[in-house]
């Protein structure tokens, strides 16, 4: 059986099969029309069938069922005269339909098919199957480079066909603004856009010298979450404060700290690194961003994104300690210093969405200075924020740089494409644990892991064909650690049976379009050499093992 992420539990093959052709029916009961839908539509394309309706429980018939004794995303899948589909919830009846498109073969994975409603055979069996987390994630930063709705779509296709079920988008940063907002038009206007880019590194002395930008319409947002929707995905929405908000200045210089610098001669960051630009703390400030949020709600519903993303990492607060006007802030709210000026920060936005029945969640370093209840905490510098989050009760979500980081790069040597960090290999990959030792024997602090999730900062991944590359195939390792089981060590896992499932997982990969990096290596096309005369460094490669921190 070579299905990722491997079920739970797998009962066969038995003798005999179930033909899949021009006869093949589908029934649809209440709760599993969204499934019926994408199977017609999908699966349905991609081999050549009409999937016409059928009777329950029928020969020949694919049916679809909700059964509440099962876990909301668990699924039971039975193939006998016919294929049984019975899920938790509706999510789980989706899942289940993710794992008959993998037993059908990659050329289920299509958008149309090779010959005409081919005969495809399933062996009889039943599988039983539910994930370990009910946060299973991958953040994608469009706001370094950004990327077209149509690949943020493809994404979340790519998403589902893992079981995957959070997509985080970066928004906002020092480099671009890429949502609209009707009341602030000047942020897509003008800080949507840069004027050149930084080629590789932040040391790097190469320049793309073409504009470089690009934002989603309100419209484009819409559609987003309604097609994640139809996939039982969620979406993250992050909008980044106080720091990583050079791009907003830019726009409008009334948020920087205008009584330190010149904040109407900022432009949108054209390089990579941390800016020194961050918001000032003042009530024009505030009002803005809950503007901002305002908008962001309305078009992130609560059923699909309970959560919304703060930033609240990497913020210099040099400008806060030269100016006048941070000080006497921090003086009139009796303030712990300038790290207490970022505290209230995240803790007025926290108290905001908490009060419209949405939950705030940011970068680890919002721990500092204390966070009020109900705020969530995604921990990236490593597991330290995650494991003192969880002690103190906060939900965490583990993203530690040193493991699931996916801009870093994947082997030695010079073939990879613009090395940056740590090297993660697929095995790397499989073998991260996301609830680390300190919190297992405490079962009422590790109930607060809700889950893990992979991150893709696009710095150096300037296309699609690069993301791919840095993503796949290790986000089918990452997939599978997500959802199977917990074993009692990392390096238990089988590793070697995980690869033997990979070969036949290149496959559906190949029928998605993805480019991924070949387990041999880069291909030709994908190497980057260093071009001849160039001088600085292209990338930032980390020699050693990464810190278990």
Same mark, same amino acid.
Request: hydrophobic letters at 40%; charged letters at 25%.
């Given at each position: 059986?070579?299905?990722?992420?491997? /079920?739970?539990?797998?009962?066969?093959?038995?003798?005999?099969?179930?033909?899949?052709?021009?006869?093949?029916?589908?029934?649809?009961?209440?709760?599993?029309?969204?499934? !019926?839908?994408?199977?017609?539509?999908?699966?349905?394309?991609?081999?050549?069938?009409?999937?016409?309706?059928? !009777?329950?429980? !029928?020969?020949?018939?694919?049916?679809?069922?909700?059964?509440?004794?099962?876990?909301?995303?668990?699924?039971?899948?039975?193939?006998?005269?016919?294929?049984?589909?019975?899920?938790?919830?509706?999510?789980?009846?989706?899942?289940?339909?993710?794992?008959?498109?993998?037993?059908?073969?990659?050329?289920?994975?299509?958008?149309?098919?090779? #010959?005409?409603?081919?005969?495809?055979?399933?062996?009889?069996?039943?599988?039983?199957?539910?994930?370990?987390?009910?946060?299973?994630?991958?953040?994608?930063?469009?706001?370094?480079?950004?990327?077209?709705?149509?690949?943020?779509?493809? *994404?979340?296709?790519?998403?589902?066909?893992?079981?995957?079920?959070?997509?985080?988008?970066?928004?906002?940063?020092?480099?671009?603004?890429?949502?609209?907002?009707?009341?602030?038009? #000047?942020?897509?206007?003008?800080?949507?856009?840069?004027?050149?880019? #930084?080629?590789?590194?932040?040391?790097?002395?190469?320049?793309?010298?073409?504009?470089?930008?690009?934002?989603?319409?309100?419209?484009?947002?819409?559609?987003?979450?309604?097609?994640?929707?139809?996939?039982?995905?969620?979406?993250?929405?992050?909008?980044?404060? %106080?720091?990583?908000?050079?791009?907003?200045?830019?726009?409008?210089?009334?948020?920087?700290?205008?009584?330190?610098?010149?904040?109407?001669?900022?432009?949108?960051?054209?390089?990579?690194?941390?800016? %020194?630009?961050?918001?000032?703390?003042?009530?024009?400030?505030?009002?803005?961003?809950?503007?901002?949020?305002?908008?962001?709600?309305?078009?992130?519903?609560?059923?699909?994104?309970?959560?919304? *993303?703060?930033?609240?990492?990497?913020? %210099?607060?040099?400008?806060?300690?030269?100016?006048?006007?941070?000080?006497?802030?921090?003086?009139?709210?009796?303030?712990?210093?300038?790290?207490?000026?970022?505290?209230?920060?995240?803790?007025?936005?926290?108290?905001?969405?908490?009060?419209?029945?949405? #939950?705030?969640?940011?970068?680890?370093?919002?721990?500092?200075?204390?966070?009020? /209840?109900?705020?969530?905490?995604?921990?990236?510098?490593?597991?330290?924020?995650?494991?003192?989050?969880?002690?103190?009760?906060?939900?965490?979500?583990?993203?530690?740089?040193?493991?699931?980081?996916?801009?870093?790069?994947?082997?030695?040597?010079?073939?990879?494409?613009?090395?940056?960090?740590?090297?993660?290999?697929?095995?790397?990959?499989?073998?991260?644990?996301?609830?680390?030792?300190e919190l297992r024997g405490r079962p009422e602090a590790a109930r607060h892991v809700l889950g893990a999730q992979a991150n893709v900062w696009t710095e150096v991944m300037q296309d699609r064909s690069r993301v791919d590359y840095q993503v796949?195939?290790?986000?089918?390792?990452?997939?599978?650690?997500?959802?199977?089981?917990?074993?009692?060590?990392?390096?238990?896992?089988?590793?070697?049976?995980?690869?033997?499932?990979?070969? !036949? *997982?290149?496959?559906?990969?190949?029928?998605?379009?993805?480019?991924?990096?070949?387990?041999?290596?880069?291909? %030709?096309?994908?190497?980057?050499?260093?071009?001849?005369?160039?001088?600085?460094?292209?990338?930032?490669?980390?020699?050693?093992?990464?810190?278990?921190?």
């Amino acid at each position: 059986m070579d299905l990722i992420p491997a /079920p739970v539990h797998i009962d066969g093959p038995h003798g005999g099969v179930f033909a899949v052709d021009a006869r093949t029916a589908l029934a649809a009961t209440p709760g599993t029309e969204g499934t !019926a839908r994408w199977l017609r539509t999908v699966l349905g394309a991609a081999l050549g069938l009409e999937l016409p309706p059928g !009777a329950p429980g !029928a020969g020949d018939t694919v049916t679809l069922r909700i059964d509440p004794g099962l876990p909301r995303e668990g699924y039971r899948l039975t193939v006998a005269g016919g294929v049984e589909i019975d899920g938790g919830g509706p999510a789980g009846v989706f899942w289940g339909a993710q794992t008959l498109r993998q037993l059908l073969g990659p050329d289920a994975f299509r958008r149309a098919p090779l #010959r005409p409603a081919a005969y495809r055979a399933i062996a009889h069996q039943a599988i039983e199957d539910a994930p370990r987390f009910g946060w299973r994630g991958l953040m994608l930063d469009v706001a370094r480079h950004f990327m077209p709705k149509d690949d943020v779509l493809r *994404h979340l296709d790519l998403l589902a066909a893992h079981k995957l079920n959070v997509l985080h988008l970066h928004l906002t940063d020092d480099q671009g603004w890429r949502i609209e907002i009707t009341r602030h038009p #000047r942020l897509t206007q003008t800080g949507a856009w840069r004027a050149r880019t #930084r080629w590789g590194h932040r040391a790097s002395e190469l320049w793309d010298p073409a504009p470089h930008g690009g934002y989603y319409t309100q419209d484009d947002i819409r559609e987003i979450v309604a097609y994640a929707a139809e996939r039982h995905i969620r979406i993250v929405p992050e909008i980044d404060i %106080p720091g990583h908000s050079q791009a907003a200045i830019a726009a409008y210089p009334e948020l920087g700290n205008a009584d330190v610098i010149d904040t109407t001669s900022l432009a949108v960051w054209d390089t990579w690194g941390v800016s %020194p630009n961050v918001l000032a703390p003042t009530d024009t400030v505030l009002r803005f961003y809950e503007g901002v949020f305002e908008e962001v709600l309305r078009l992130f519903p609560a059923d699909v994104s309970p959560f919304v *993303h703060i930033g609240g990492d990497e913020c %210099p607060r040099d400008q806060w300690k030269a100016s006048p006007t941070a000080q006497a802030r921090i003086r009139e709210l009796g303030l712990a210093g300038e790290e207490g000026l970022q505290s209230w920060f995240i803790r007025h936005f926290g108290r905001w969405l908490a009060a419209r029945g949405r #939950r705030l969640i940011g970068w680890d370093e919002i721990l500092e200075g204390g966070l009020d /209840p109900g705020a969530a905490v995604s921990s990236w510098r490593g597991y330290r924020g995650g494991i003192e989050a969880a002690r103190a009760g906060h939900d965490v979500v583990m993203c530690p740089e040193q493991q699931v980081y996916l801009d870093h790069r994947q082997a030695e040597g010079s073939d990879e494409p613009m090395p940056i960090g740590y090297v993660r290999t697929l095995e790397d990959v499989y073998r991260f644990e996301p609830v680390p030792p300190e919190l297992r024997g405490r079962p009422e602090a590790a109930r607060h892991v809700l889950g893990a999730q992979a991150n893709v900062w696009t710095e150096v991944m300037q296309d699609r064909s690069r993301v791919d590359y840095q993503v796949y195939p290790r986000l089918a390792a990452f997939a599978e650690v997500v959802w199977r089981p917990a074993l009692p060590a990392s390096a238990e896992r089988d590793f070697t049976e995980f690869e033997r499932r990979m070969a !036949a *997982h290149y496959a559906r990969l190949d029928a998605l379009g993805v480019d991924y990096r070949p387990p041999g290596g880069p291909l %030709p096309w994908q190497r980057r050499p260093l071009p001849e005369g160039v001088k600085g460094a292209l990338g930032r490669p980390i020699e050693g093992a990464p810190p278990n921190v």
